[in-house]
């Protein structure tokens, strides 16, 4: 693993006084000059890889690196030609690796830039290179092209990131030593940890702070505060990667293994809904979670959760979920709202199906069986919940998640609760 270098005073004082003593045109080309101006652990690294881990914290540079190596590639002495640019969706690849404010359009000097064709999704570059926008989020998409290289931002958040990954290492076969290189925040998912450790893989970590004079001070201040000293900000802030917190009931292995591709056939479905006190923007999220039973277990279909929205505002978003799925039931907990929380939702559609449940237990031991579910392998994801499955690994003992109600987690405790053991008495396990 090579570790970042730090970016010195004495780095910056000398790219001022170049840039002081050039003309104009001169000074063009010292401000797009990617290793005069790009940080040491922005760089590419040396030797024979394959596989470059670019991983880091919110706003440190890695989109800026990674269209930047893409700039390189596409316009060196031998330009390589196709790349891949693959994005979680096509939208995702678009407006961030390509468009965005650190995107490939803008790291070119003026009248050097590539033209983009968003109807065919294609970069092309006044030699003739191509770059091909590609989404994480369809993996039979990378059934036919070939490229030469690829650049993959935020792979440890893709929805289908292990099938997406096979089928782009299928088609990287073009030239003599196709690379690629990965940009991301780091997550311990099964394929993020496996391509940390394979041979040929280079990692480098960058946390935010490196990008400090980059970043609103506002926001450096504010994320500090907030997050210092949380496991939330090892990861998004320190860009490290950060294994189960102890004692958890969850882990993220058991979700990675219970994850599915495809929703399979279903019996009952229902949206489970933990509501706030009350509708202002600092309060607790509204947990929103759909869920549906398969044979005897529970597949985990959606996390609609919002925050900040009226009484109305999350009860048209539950009832939408309801109708969008055919689910039979709206669980809703009531210990906050009490009557009005069926009466809100019946204004929206009095023709749903509500379902009371009032919390006589504390968070931890109502979370404790369908946590045990999980272990058994009778709970799935169909797809990736980031959100949902941060705060399913954060629950503490003390009924919070990284010091906050853990919303999310409680309307899943409500939905797998209905589908599996509100029928019975909750069954022994063996862990």
């Known amino acids: 693993m090579k570790q970042s270098e730090k970016y010195t005073e004495e780095d910056k004082a000398r790219h001022v006084a170049a840039l002081e003593k050039a003309d104009n045109d001169a000074m063009t080309r010292l401000a797009f000059n990617w290793e005069l101006i790009g940080r040491p652990d922005q760089q590419a690294p040396e030797g024979d890889w394959t596989t470059w881990i670019l991983t880091g914290g919110r706003g440190s540079g890695k989109t800026r690196a990674g269209a930047e ?40 000097p003026p009248g050097q830039q590539p033209k983009f064709e968003a109807g065919r999704g294609v970069v092309v570059w006044p030699n003739g290179a191509k770059a091909i926008l590609m989404p994480a989020n369809d993996p039979e998409r990378f059934r036919g092209p070939q490229f030469a290289a690829a650049w993959c931002d935020e792979l440890a958040k893709w929805p289908k990131a292990q099938g997406a990954w096979d089928m782009l290492q299928f088609g990287l076969r073009v030239g003599a030593r196709p690379r690629q290189l990965v940009t991301t925040t780091p997550r311990s998912t099964k394929l993020f940890k496996r391509l940390i450790n394979e041979p040929g893989t280079v990692v480098q970590r960058m946390p935010t702070i490196i990008n400090e004079e980059n970043l609103s001070p506002n926001f450096i201040a504010y994320i500090l505060s907030q997050y210092r000293n949380t496991v939330l ?47 202002k923007s600092t309060s607790d999220a509204c947990g929103i979670v759909v869920a549906g039973r398969w044979g005897d277990k529970a597949v985990v279909l959606a ?35 009490g009557d009005l929380v069926e009466q809100v939702l019946g204004q929206v559609d009095a023709s749903v199906p509500v379902r009371a449940v009032r919390a006589n237990r504390g968070k931890w031991v109502r979370a404790e069986p369908v946590a045990a579910l999980y272990a058994q392998g009778r709970v ?16 503490g003992p003390d009924g919070l998640a990284e010091g906050h109600s853990p919303d999310r987690l409680d309307a899943l405790v409500w939905a797998v609760t209905e589908l599996l053991l509100r029928d019975g008495p909750v069954p022994r396990v063996r862990i």
């Open 69 to 108: 190596w893409v700039r390189e590639l596409a316009t060196g002495q031998f330009p390589v030609s196709p790349i891949a640019l693959v994005g979680e969706t096509m939208t995702e690849a678009r407006a961030i690796m390509v468009e965005g404010l650190s995107g490939v359009l803008k790291v070119h």
């Open 233 to 279: 900000a090892r990861q998004e802030i320190e860009g490290e990667l950060v294994e189960d917190v102890p004692g958890a009931l969850w882990n993220r292995a058991q979700i990675d293994a219970g994850r599915l591709d495809e929703v399979p056939g279903l019996g009952r479905v229902v949206v489970a809904v933990d509501p706030p006190v009350t509708g």
């Open 303 to 337: 996390d609609r959760t919002v925050q900040g929205t009226s009484p109305m505002g999350w009860a048209r978003v539950a009832v939408t979920a309801f109708h969008e799925f055919q689910a039979d039931v709206i669980v809703a907990e009531v210990n906050q709202g």
């Open 380 to 395: 799935h994801h169909a797809g990736m919940f980031e959100a949902l499955e941060d705060e399913l690994c954060a629950f």
